[in-house]
């Protein structure tokens, strides 16, 4: 009988593996791209044409690594930060680095080797595609957030706009997941989570509407630009609490946390999704709360208009990680509402609170206090 | 050919794509897809016509919206007596439909 | 071959259109309608109309899709009464209208690599389309024989499609050619929201008044009534 703890076997065979996959990478780029001084010629031309490139910004930054990397310690923060505001010590002991923060790699492995159970009696392609478009229609909106003027993958002129075709599309992805579990309760906790994501669009488009009327624009460069002298936060406060709050709707986070409700119904719409398609189901969601949190960033806190210390785009990395704490921290410290009253105030409050706010605007343009661009 | 004679043909063989499911299919809901696909093709004809004429384009934008907006309370509406005939006889076959009581 | 790019999109659009009436199960149906109206915008997009594509995108996609198929959903059969789709879910006819589509999208291609006048195309299709249809009623009333009412009822509509189709082809062709101003466009905002209100700000607010009468009628005709249990 082996003696060694099996933490140290997992390490080695984790460090083995990675070296080994590097080789084959490496080897295979080899071959098949051809000389290898074309590829390291590409890669090594230029260093700070590099960090411009448009595959850099794809790739690293502001893109799939960045966000998967700021989705990871989102999803690590929150267990941690609702640990301890909860009196408990959160993830610990897994990975032997201090804080417990590669829990969720063995989380990863965990998930990759559960068996994907598929009912039987389910509509099979779309219980299957459901996943993947919630995860790419998730994953988009990543690449309109732009983190300078030059840090953005899609620079579209109705950027907004663009933003607001994913959140609605995703209502539809929520809809076909539940309806082809074929389980009622899956079929009405996808109902439920409908009604939240379609009635809190409203808020957050009328709420964006401010940034917009002051901006003069739907581009969401000219919107941080045009913050250079006051954040919009400071212009029009309550646009930015009812924008917040509609977007903690959008993202199924705590007070809304009704469609990932542990004591009620199951797991809602979720239900019948075990393994890669639940990872893919989660992952969605933290990667579009990293570009919801940009987009706030950009609309209202000023995007990349910083003290002059530091470029813009790291005045960027730090707002949207703020943003991000905020948002994973309501987990520890509200409870959650129901489905009726949480519709009450999407319906009835935040939507008169958006048009006030919107009228406020005019009024002052009209009294000649604020100059609205055009 | 020129652009604008392509479009006026694709929105065509749209309305007769619309036109073919609104004269032969016996569920309502096919039906309301086939008006849905006739509206559409309209719309894509004024754009075509918006962008390939000289003129305001903001004018002819405005008037495709109108009518983007006309035809989702249209659905809406269609949706909400289909449910309710649905609720009554328990499917939606035209062909049955043919009595004015209920 | 400078029209690839719409031709392609022409392509997938009719495709979904078609799947959208003829496929087996309604949600498949929806969700092809659903994928009608993405072809659609890409078509505004494609056209330099940015605001209406995303517009197009936003409600109908976005909003009028998951209505329709909420309401199917409800309506509809559970997933598990749906049989197995054969032919990719489509059908004897629905491969025929495909097929319809394809030869008309091929002409188009053809036309253009050829660089054709437009007249030719024209006068082609509108002599080919009574041939087709009497190509379609040969063939459907060779069929089964105890179809044969169902398949009347979709020659019936066939008939009909192709002389809407018959009907703008000759309308264009018997206008000549029709002027076109191909210079670029750019997209401007501006002028979108003056003409919106300026000139139609009084229809904007009566469109309101009636999506809100739509949104009333609608919930008032599918709620339950429960005073005469």
Do not use: H
Not at chain 1, 98 to 126: H, S
Not at chain 1, 303 to 320: D, H, Q
Not at chain 3, 27 to 38: C, M, N, R, T
């Amino acid at each position: 009988m082996a003696e060694t703890p099996p933490r140290d076997f997992l390490r080695t065979f984790l460090a083995v593996a990675t070296v080994v996959f590097l080789a084959c990478v490496a080897l295979l780029l080899y071959l098949v791209v051809g000389p290898l001084e074309s590829v390291l010629s590409y890669l090594f031309r230029n260093p700070a044409q590099l960090l411009v490139d448009p595959l850099f910004k794809t790739i690293v930054f502001p893109g799939l690594v960045y966000a998967g990397l700021v989705a990871y310690l989102a999803i690590w923060g929150e267990r941690k930060f609702a640990a301890k505001v909860q009196n408990r010590v959160g993830p610990l002991y897994a990975g032997g680095l201090p804080g417990g923060i590669l829990q969720n790699v063995a989380d990863l492995l965990k998930i990759l080797f559960k068996e994907v159970i598929i009912p039987r009696d389910t509509d099979k392609p779309i219980f299957i595609l459901a996943p993947l478009f919630a995860f790419v229609i998730g994953a988009l909106p990543v690449v309109l957030v732009p983190y300078s003027p030059t840090y953005v993958i899609l620079d579209f002129p109705l950027g907004v706009l663009l933003f607001f075709v994913f959140t609605s599309f995703y209502p539809l992805v929520l809809l076909l997941a539940g309806w082809s579990s074929n389980n009622k309760f899956s079929f009405i906790g996808s109902l439920r989570a409908l009604y939240q994501q379609a009635s809190y669009e409203v808020p957050l488009f009328l709420a964006a509407l401010a940034p917009v009327m002051l901006t003069g624009s739907f581009r969401l460069i000219d919107i941080g630009d045009a913050q250079g002298k006051v954040w919009f936060v400071l212009v029009a406060p309550i646009s930015a609490i009812v924008f917040f709050t509609a977007l903690l709707a959008e993202l199924e986070k705590f007070p809304f946390d009704i469609p990932e409700a542990d004591s009620e119904l199951v797991a809602g719409w979720l239900t019948e999704y075990s393994g890669v398609p639940y990872l893919l189901y989660q992952f969605a969601a933290y990667i579009k709360m990293v570009a919801y949190a940009g987009l706030f960033v950009v609309l209202f806190l000023g995007g990349w208009n910083g003290f002059a210390f530091l470029p813009g785009e790291w005045w960027m990395v730090i707002k949207v990680a703020l943003v991000v704490l905020v948002i994973i921290s309501t987990r520890a410290f509200f409870p959650r509402i129901r489905i009726d009253q949480l519709l009450n105030v999407g319906w009835t409050k935040l939507i008169p609170l958006a048009l006030l706010s919107i009228a406020i605007l005019v009024g002052l343009q009209l009294l000649g206090v604020l100059a609205l661009v055009r | 050919m020129n652009e604008l004679q392509f479009f006026i043909a694709a929105s065509a063989l749209f309305f007769a794509i619309g036109v073919y499911g609104l004269l032969s299919k016996k569920s309502a809901v096919r039906i309301l897809f086939s008006i849905e696909i006739i509206i559409n093709a309209a719309s894509l004809n004024i754009a075509a016509f918006a962008r390939f004429t000289p003129y305001n384009l903001g004018d002819a934008q405005s008037v495709t919206i109108f009518i983007i907006a006309l035809a989702a309370a249209e659905a809406a509406a269609g949706l909400a007596l289909i449910i309710e005939s649905f609720r009554l006889r328990g499917k939606v076959d035209v062909d049955e439909m043919d009595e004015l009581k209920g | 071959m400078d029209y690839l790019i719409p031709i392609a999109i022409l392509a997938f659009t009719s495709l979904m259109a078609i799947m959208a009436l003829e496929s087996r199960s309604l949600v498949y149906g929806a969700i092809s309608l659903g994928g009608f109206f993405l072809g659609l915008s890409l078509f505004f997009f494609y056209l330099d109309l940015l605001y209406l594509a995303i517009f197009q995108l936003l409600v109908y996609v976005g909003a009028v899709s998951v209505l329709i198929l909420f309401a199917v959903m409800v309506i509809g059969e559970p997933a598990k009464k749906v049989p197995t789709p054969r032919y990719g879910g489509l059908g004897f006819l629905g491969g025929l209208l495909v097929a319809l589509a394809a030869v008309f999208i091929a002409l188009f291609l053809l036309f253009s690599f050829l660089n054709l006048a437009a007249d030719t195309l024209f006068q082609i299709m509108l002599y080919v389309s009574p041939v087709v249809v009497l190509l379609a009623f040969v063939i459907l009333f060779i069929g089964e024989p105890r179809q044969r009412s169902g398949y009347r009822f979709k020659a019936f509509g066939i008939l009909g499609a192709s002389l809407v189709f018959a009907g703008f082809i000759g309308v264009i062709s018997y206008l000549g050619t029709v002027p076109s101003y191909e210079g670029s466009v750019t997209f401007n905002l501006v002028d979108l929201a003056d003409s919106l209100l300026d000139q139609y700000g009084l229809l904007i607010l009566v469109l309101g008044l009636l999506l809100a009468a739509a949104a009333f009628g609608a919930v008032a005709l599918a709620k339950k009534e429960e005073e005469e249990q």
